[in-house]
């Protein structure tokens, strides 16, 4: 496995800001992805981030709305763009090697958009 | 696309008793399966997984868990349920390269 950082832990932001969420491993890995757990519910994949490319999109969710990056082999961020109060939900962060089958998580970001 | 089922919402279990949590899958060939723990205010925990092989798999903090093909199902077990397993349980199988995950199971453990 690996330590995994995400930041912030939490936040409370406005209506149509931004926020951007770092997601920073300690080793090399070759696959990140990102999910969103809206209040009581499971986790649906937003993306997933590669290196040097663009992020791989799942549906129901576009680039406008969720910049990713991924400069390196330890590191991405997630931008929530444009917030609304729908956006409120726990982002989290998760990595795997190659065949990318066993994924570990970061400890989550909780955003409230108010 | 590969579906998981958690047909439990909550389960409620007395400190010390034995714990089984339910999860279905839909998928055609040996799927891979996982579970998930996540306590309050945490991120998720892997406690095991099943790949191929052997069909009754052992995690960690004393978790286990059994696929059984022909119900298509991957319960968790546990023989000895303590006050700090109060968490919330997912299940999730592979689909590609990404992982599906059930609605999860909340479970409280009452002393």
């Known amino acids: 496995s690996a330590v995994i950082s995400q930041k912030p832990s939490r936040d409370i932001c406005q209506r149509g800001t931004s926020l951007t969420i770092q997601c920073q491993v300690d080793s090399q890995v070759t696959m990140m992805f990102w999910y969103r757990q809206q209040p009581g519910q499971s986790l649906t994949l937003i993306a997933t981030a590669n290196q040097g490319s663009e992020a791989t999109y799942e549906s129901g969710f576009v680039i406008d709305k969720f910049p990713i990056s991924r400069p390196n082999l330890t590191f991405s961020t997630l931008t929530v763009s444009n917030m609304s109060p729908e956006d409120s939900s726990i982002y989290l962060c998760?990595?795997?090697?190659?065949?990318?089958?066993?994924?570990?998580f970061g400890a989550g970001t909780r955003l409230s958009v108010l | 696309a590969q579906s998981v089922t958690q047909p439990d919402i909550h389960i409620t279990v007395s400190e010390g008793a034995s714990l089984e949590l339910r999860c279905n899958y839909s998928y055609g060939a040996t799927p891979y399966l996982f579970w998930y723990v996540q306590s309050p205010g945490q991120g998720l925990q892997l406690l095991l997984k099943?790949?191929?092989?052997?069909?009754l798999v052992q995690g960690i903090k004393g978790f286990e868990a059994e696929f059984k093909r022909s119900q298509s199902s991957f319960n968790l077990r546990k023989p000895s349920v303590h006050w700090s397993d109060a968490a919330e349980y997912f299940c999730?199988?592979?689909?590609?390269?990404?992982?599906?995950f059930g609605a999860g199971t909340i479970l409280r453990v009452k002393s």
């Open positions: 998760s990595v795997a090697w190659t065949g990318g089958n066993i994924q570990y």
């Open positions: 099943y790949f191929s092989g052997d069909t």
């Open positions: 999730a199988v592979v689909d590609g390269n990404k992982l599906v």
